[in-house]
């Protein structure tokens, strides 16, 4: 697969503005204020193929949205270069966002007062979208997300779920080739972002690139294939989830239930990693044993009356990538 | 290229053109219909805000008609000539609250919050859309009243030409750009000055030198609502033409306004490249 975006030496530096608090300090503020620079992107570099679902990471401030306002052509970089589809998306604006979608999770395209078919109607109109191409995907994803009942509701007394499904719609019915999320599930419930994830699925089925940003792991687990994780505007990881999950090594989680507590289990390559009880999680190096070897000595060593082998959580490997970067 | 080859061209560019213009008139025409439906939903609250623009700049032309009735005036014009000044300032404003004054309050309010992306994100000029989409039916009212203030002073001069309700066409159209291009400048003045909603005011101030005759001013201030910021194109010129008063100033005076204009787009492009959204 091609790259259909290239992104090389992408900074954005801005000034921003430093007050204490208190009445004394905003009066002095009011006279003085001290500039403070701040790097929220930091010379960062990274491919995405054509067809991928990408998922940008990285904690609060990190610099995730300011990445995708600039993919977007929203903001201007400071320097380096983006290249999506053969676009630079600061020049020749118009053009290039006729080619991308973007569901911004915390702001909203739809018209609050009027139903949100009207506000697809105005859509229709800005992008050109012929009345047989609106029909035909009007319909494909109206159907993909349910929404027929209520589209024709005022915008305003949609829940937020409903709202969002709609807000995809907005971004996708001029068929774009790429899409860009900016924490797309963000206060939604577990079947609201199911629903959202299979439409993904579904639209990069049928050829559409995504590009996601999201605090959300599930989203991340259940959707990307390559993950950039950015941690004070500086790019610390950029592989496949698989490579992601190996960051601590190939390792899995064991979760037991006991019939008698143990003081400890002697097997090399595995390590109690919580105790509560008869329940113990143990973290078990596959590079060192495999599962079969360790269940063998396991049974040896203690009975257990229940057993769950799951991968290591991403929160705690996300979070180890986050603080080597610290102690760095 | 050859000759065919250079005609095909024309021929491309000509009808991506008329393409282009017939998308911008559908978009505006499917904004219309949303400022509609919007204005039918808060049917009180929009008749409220037209009754409150009629009152609010209605009260200005009567006061005019008291200070004459109590013997004072501005000299070397009638009531109804200032009426008619103060009814064609009216009208214009109304036409600017109608179709592109929330340019003004609708950037403030996304570059306030952060929300600036989500037009920036649509293939179309930025201008056009915000002015489209804050389309207001609200000034209907007070283009009504003005209009009305604008009839009764007709029927008291002397009656126009053809060619001076020509002239006072074209005037009035070149006075509501000058507005669009105050407008634009707010609006621009925003991304760089943020959330200062006291800007239009310092504006407005400055737009209602507009409002009077331009020869009880001094020619300092008749140089300045004229040249640097042609306030006087507003209402002072349309009106001037429909009384027979224009000379050959106001063709001195017609290269600065569209100047401003033009002076008010360029600025508001070239801020939107500073806009730098809000924490995320």
Redesign the interface.
């Known amino acids: 697969m091609e790259n259909i975006i290239t992104v090389k030496s992408l900074t954005k530096r801005?000034t921003t503005y430093k007050r204490g608090s208190g009445f004394k300090e905003s009066l002095k503020a009011l006279f003085f204020r001290k500039k403070v620079p701040v790097i929220a992107v930091n010379d960062v570099s990274f491919n995405v193929k054509e067809g991928d679902i990408i998922g940008i990471l990285g904690p609060?401030?990190a610099g995730?949205?300011?990445t995708i306002?600039m993919l977007?052509?929203?903001?201007?970089p400071t320097s380096g270069s983006i290249d999506v589809m053969g676009y630079n998306p600061t020049k020749n604006?118009?053009?290039y966002?006729?080619q991308?979608g973007?569901v911004?999770g915390?702001?909203?395209?739809l018209?609050w007062?009027?139903p949100p078919v009207?506000s697809f109607?105005?859509?229709k109109?800005?992008?050109?979208i012929s009345d047989k191409d609106y029909d035909e995907r009007l319909s494909l994803m109206s159907k993909l997300f349910m929404v027929e009942d209520f589209i024709t509701r005022?915008t305003r007394v949609l829940s937020l779920g409903e709202r969002m499904k709609c807000e995809f719609i907005m971004a996708m019915l001029h068929h774009p080739k790429v899409v860009f999320l900016?924490?797309p599930t963000i206060g939604l419930d577990i079947i609201a972002k199911n629903s959202i994830r299979d439409f993904i699925h579904e639209m990069n089925r049928r050829g559409t690139t995504f590009i996601l940003t999201t605090h959300d792991l599930e989203d991340v687990e259940e959707l990307a294939r390559n993950v950039v994780i950015i941690n004070k505007g500086v790019k610390v990881f950029d592989d496949s989830i698989e490579n992601l999950r190996k960051v601590l090594g190939a390792k899995k989680i064991v979760q037991l239930i006991l019939q008698e507590a143990v003081e400890n289990i002697d097997i090399p390559g595995a390590s109690i990693i919580e105790r509560q009880s008869v329940n113990l999680t143990v973290s078990v190096d596959l590079d060192i044993i495999t599962i079969n070897e360790f269940m063998a000595k396991l049974s040896q060593q203690c009975s257990f009356s229940d057993i769950s082998i799951k991968e290591m959580p991403m929160e705690t490997i996300i979070t180890h990538i986050y603080q080597s970067q610290i102690k760095e | 290229m050859s000759n065919k080859n250079k005609g095909k061209e024309v021929i491309k560019i000509r009808s991506h053109k008329r393409f282009r213009i017939k998308r911008y008139l559908t978009v505006y025409r499917e904004c219309v219909k949303v400022a509609f439906a919007s204005a039918s939903t808060y049917r009180l609250n929009f008749l409220l805000n037209c009754t409150i623009m009629l009152l609010g700049d209605i009260i200005f032309p009567l006061i005019t008609v008291l200070i004459y009735g109590s013997g004072a005036g501005f000299k070397g014009w009638t009531v109804y000539e200032v009426l008619l000044i103060q009814s064609i300032f009216t009208m214009s404003t109304a036409i600017a609250d109608m179709t592109f004054h929330g340019v003004m309050w609708v950037t403030m309010d996304m570059v306030r919050n952060g929300n600036m992306e989500m037009v920036l994100i649509l293939p179309i000029d930025t201008m056009f859309i915000l002015m489209a989409r804050t389309f207001s039916f609200e000034g209907i009212g007070l283009f009504i009243g003005g209009l009305t203030i604008f009839m009764v002073a007709l029927f008291n001069i002397s009656a126009p030409s053809i060619l001076m309700w020509l002239q006072f066409i074209a005037l009035f159209i070149i006075g509501v750009l000058v507005m669009l291009g105050i407008a634009l400048i707010m609006a621009a003045i925003s991304f760089k000055w943020i959330g200062n909603s006291r800007i239009p005011e310092i504006f407005g101030s400055i737009r209602s030198f507009g409002k009077y005759p331009q020869s009880i001013f001094p020619k300092s201030v008749v140089f300045a609502t004229s040249i640097l910021i042609p306030v006087a194109m507003i209402a002072y010129y349309p009106a001037a033409a429909l009384l027979g008063r224009c000379n050959w100033e106001v063709f001195v005076v017609i290269l600065p306004c569209f100047l401003f204009l033009l002076f008010g787009i360029y600025l508001y492009r070239y801020m939107i490249r500073l806009y730098q959204g809000v924490g995320g």
């Open positions: 801005y609060n401030g995730k949205s300011t306002k977007t052509g929203t903001l201007y604006r118009k053009a966002v006729h991308i973007a911004f915390q702001k909203s395209q018209i007062d009027i009207d109607r105005m859509n109109a800005i992008y050109g005022p900016d924490e």
